[in-house]
């Protein structure tokens, strides 16, 4: 009995470590939203989080800011209120729509092989993103306007420069009206697309722990008990 308590408590020690370390720091998110805060939408797919922002205001802030990438990226959606950005492996995330047995293998590869290049991915949404993404979880964030410009300068250092332009597009996306783009960054298990909104919320001053989002519920969990968020 001592030696499993030992155990169970160098595994709860080691755990409690690990939240440590992956701990970014930012605020609490415990402040009142603000008349000129930006709303924006994490949404949970089940085991992949996107980002929704603002479509409009997230270009003109692209053009202000110098964000040639992000501003290329998002000149095929200018019909939509808003987009939905996410990050990905490139061979999971372009191939495999969903996650099931039949694409374990996949997922494994994208998870721990390496040299595993990514993409990202946007959608346009057309009016109210709750009700587009009704039947997934969802969280709203508010941002002050200069975390929002951080997000966004976040969202143009992923994606990668195109050999004949600012961005390099590789064909539709998953779903609705949507675009595939290269971006940086090998993706694994301990940078994967979770960790991608994470640090991209972080960004704007978010207090985010890597380790809970290493799946997309801790994730969520995180950012409603120390970010901030609300359900819209």
Known sequence: MRRAALALCGVLAAIALLFLITDLPGDRGNRPPLPHDVPVMVVDHGYHAGLVLPRALLAARAQALGLARLAAALSPFVAYDHV???????????????LSVATLPQALRALFASGNGSVLHVVGVAGDPAAYFARSDRLRLDLPPEGFDKTAASIDATLATGPAGPVEALGPGLYGPSLF?????????????NHWIARTVNAAGRRVSLAAATVSAGLMADLRLRGGAVTP
């Open 84 to 98: 939905e950005i996410g990050w990905g492996d490139e061979g999971f995330y372009r191939n495999v729509p969903s």
């Open 181 to 193: 783009f290269r971006a940086v960054g090998d993706y694994h298990l301990m940078r994967n697309c």
